[in-house]
């Protein structure tokens, strides 16, 4: 019976290793593929909105902060913010590995602040204002983030050249004239699977499950990609600005 009860249980062992792997798979993909579709939309929705449009960015590292100002499909003005926490979304400590959320501004008081002629208010407001409710779980996209960035696409050499490269955004996007707006944005976003990100957040501890282990290789190893080019309508007059 123990033979027979050992034998049962590498089976199931080894039917359920590859079970939870394609499920965690199928899980970032909805993720990647839902974060960079509503990152994508408002992105777009700034160069459609007019002289009141203004993005904000910020990249620092794992705490990158995406804010934008644009008009929603019933013409109200809302202030939209994508940023990574590495708060627990379902509570208990802090994590090493962030978290992307999503928060929007009440379209009121958008109005109220755009009408004060105030529109750098988007660069300083604190994220937490962002979050319907306060409260960070309700506006949870996607767990285990190793990276979000944004890349500027301001050339037409570049943008015709299949696969060029292209430069992270800086801390803050630099202020352009109409005519030097970027062609495209290149969104990238890098998910860890669970067995990544429990690697990742070791490695952050000072305690590295391998001596090989770096941030880099854990995320080539165990990191799901999502990347979307996003082409961008050469503004019209009023020009919106960046």
Not at 34 to 58: K, P, Q, R
Request: proline share 8%; aromatic share 6%.
């Amino acid at each position: 019976m123990t033979v027979l009860l050992i034998g049962i249980f590498q089976i199931v062992a080894a039917i359920l290793v590859p079970w939870t792997r394609e499920t965690d798979r199928i899980t970032r993909a909805q993720q990647g593929a839902l974060a960079l579709e509503l990152i994508a939309s408002d992105l777009n929705a700034i160069w459609t909105t007019g002289d009141d449009a203004v993005l904000h960015f910020e990249n620092d590292g794992a705490d990158s902060t995406l804010r934008i100002l644009r008009m929603d499909g019933t013409g109200h003005l809302t202030a939209v913010a994508y940023w990574l926490s590495r708060e627990d979304p379902f509570g208990g400590p802090p994590r090493s590995v962030p978290s992307l959320f999503h928060g929007e501004l009440d379209p009121a008081e958008a109005w109220q602040r755009l009408r004060a002629d105030d529109l750098d208010w988007l660069q300083n407001e604190d994220v937490g204002n962002f979050t319907p409710g306060g409260d960070l779980r309700q506006a949870i996209l996607a767990t285990n983030i190793a990276r979000f960035e944004i890349g500027l696409i301001e050339t037409l050499e570049d943008l015709d050249t299949p696969g060029s490269p292209t430069a992270t955004a800086p801390a803050t996007l630099p202020a352009l004239p109409p005519n030097a707006l970027p062609y495209a944005l290149d969104l990238r976003l890098v998910i860890l699977s669970a067995q990544g990100a429990r690697r990742l957040a070791a490695l952050r501890e000072g305690q590295p499950e391998f001596l090989n282990d770096t941030e880099q290789s854990i995320e080539e190893a165990f990191g799901q990609t999502f990347s979307r080019r996003l082409l961008l309508p050469r503004p019209r007059s009023p020009e919106p600005r960046l």
